[in-house]
């Protein structure tokens, strides 16, 4: 068997942003590799997002948050839903719903603001949503307790069929996530038990 294929440093930036789950940012890139600069960790990073551009591939590199990602192309989107609804057959509850959106829009937030919106206690339903990775504690909150802080997923994001939480409709008032029923509710919620994964059953994407 013949020896294989010696990567390129352009090959190990692939291999980075495939593994990297958040933005990865040019210096760390330029550390990785060590590289005499930053510039040449962004002279890789362009070679690749050329490579993908002049291909049919159904991914590209998009620079977002101070850093870079490999995401889906716009156009696939439709059969990332269809199979993130053929593999979970996930149904969220209404107040899964409500938690989420909340989260989808104020992101980082902690529990207790949470519940301030919803006003309810929300613990079993943020339970639901990181089992399902929809949600994921992104750090801890200076103020008394340091509670958790949440931010979506990426499961999020395709579960949605959406590229980037900046893509999330532009509204005032009333939180809504795209393809869900019902969830702008959360604003006449009354103080209560919260019924967690039970009550009426709304399918994820619509």
Known sequence: MGRLPV???????????????????????????????????RALVDELRARYDASSQGLQIVEVGGGYRMVTRPDVAPWLVRLARARTRARLSRPALEALAIVAYKQPVSRPEIDAVRGVNSDAVIENLLERRLVRITGRKEAPGRPYLFETTREFLVAFGLRDVADLPKVEGELIVPELAAVAEHGQAETQQDPGAGGADVTTGG
């Open 7 to 41: 990567p390129t440093p352009t090959d190990v930036v692939e291999a980075l942003l495939f593994a990297s789950d958040v933005p990865l940012e040019a210096e760390r890139i330029r550390e990785v590799l060590d590289l005499g600069d930053v510039g040449e960790a």
